[in-house]
């Protein structure tokens, strides 16, 4: 499965952006799907996962208040709505895909997307 991200760019803090992931193949709606973002110098870390009957989970209720990730079955797509973005969400946001149940783990993925990238900047 080919996984395209996008959707990122420039934004100012307290500002909003969706990202999309959009999968090549039908067999995408029966994966879970995680987006993870990393930041120049840091680790690859986890922001949320959808399984593939919709239920979700994210890594805080800090993220978990401000983005909100969900998928068009219809349009072979995940998204992940951000709002009240901190210059600290800057970061290279990946999509990944896997059989099974959602994951913090990102080394349990299968399928990554390129990446998107997001700056938040006054």
């Known amino acids: 499965v080919q996984l395209q991200a996008s959707g990122g760019g420039l934004v100012q803090p307290g500002g909003s952006l969706r990202l999309s992931c959009a999968a090549s193949?039908?067999?995408?709606?029966?994966?879970?799907v995680g987006w993870f973002r990393q930041a120049p110098g840091k680790e690859r870390e986890f922001v949320a996962a959808i399984n593939w009957g919709g239920g979700t989970i994210y890594s805080t209720n800090s993220l978990k208040a401000r983005f909100t990730i969900s998928r068009d079955n219809a349009k072979i797509a995940v998204y992940l709505e951000m709002n009240n973005l901190k210059v600290d969400d800057s970061a290279t946001y990946y999509c990944?895909?896997?059989?099974?149940?959602?994951?913090?783990?990102?080394?349990?993925?299968?399928?990554w997307g390129q990446g998107t990238l997001v700056t938040v900047s006054s």
């Open positions: 990944a895909a896997k059989t099974g149940a959602a994951s913090a783990k990102g080394d349990t993925y299968d399928y």
């Open positions: 193949e039908r067999t995408f709606n029966t994966y879970a």
